[in-house]
């Protein structure tokens, strides 16, 4: 069972930083990041394979980056350049496959979710 904290939402206004982290207990080769409000479409926002390889959801393409510390079990989300249709609350995922076996949200495991809220 791999569990997944997630830390370092919070407020910031328009043009700001936050840093997400996310420790995973476990081994896990497909990671990724999402985000969802109760009653919208839950929407991915960046992945990272066991190789490294990232992709990104166009609109934060070149303001998140995705990056994970092998040495501290550690997923990271460095958000800049922040708006407020950013704001929502952001999940952490994991799967035990590689990120081409693992189709759209069907990741196994996911941590609780932590805020974030870009003010204008």
């Known amino acids: 069972q791999v569990q997944m904290v997630e830390s370092g939402g919070g407020s910031v206004q328009t043009g700001g930083s936050l840093r997400l982290s996310c420790v995973v207990s476990?081994?896990?080769?497909?990671m990724g990041w999402f985000r969802h409000t109760p009653g919208k479409e839950r929407k991915g926002v960046a992945t990272?394979?066991?190789?490294?390889?990232?992709t990104y959801e166009d609109s934060v393409k070149g303001r998140f980056t995705i990056s994970k510390d092998n040495a501290k079990n550690t997923l990271v989300l460095q958000m800049t350049s922040l708006k407020p249709e950013d704001t929502d609350v952001y999940f952490c995922?994991?799967?035990?496959?590689?990120?081409?076996?693992?189709?759209?949200?069907?990741?196994?495991?996911w941590g609780r979710g932590t805020q974030v809220t870009v003010s204008s």
């Open positions: 995922a994991a799967d035990p496959r590689v990120c081409r076996y693992v189709e759209g949200y069907s990741f196994r495991y």
């Open positions: 476990g081994d896990a080769f497909c």
């Open positions: 990272i394979d066991r190789d490294g390889t990232t």
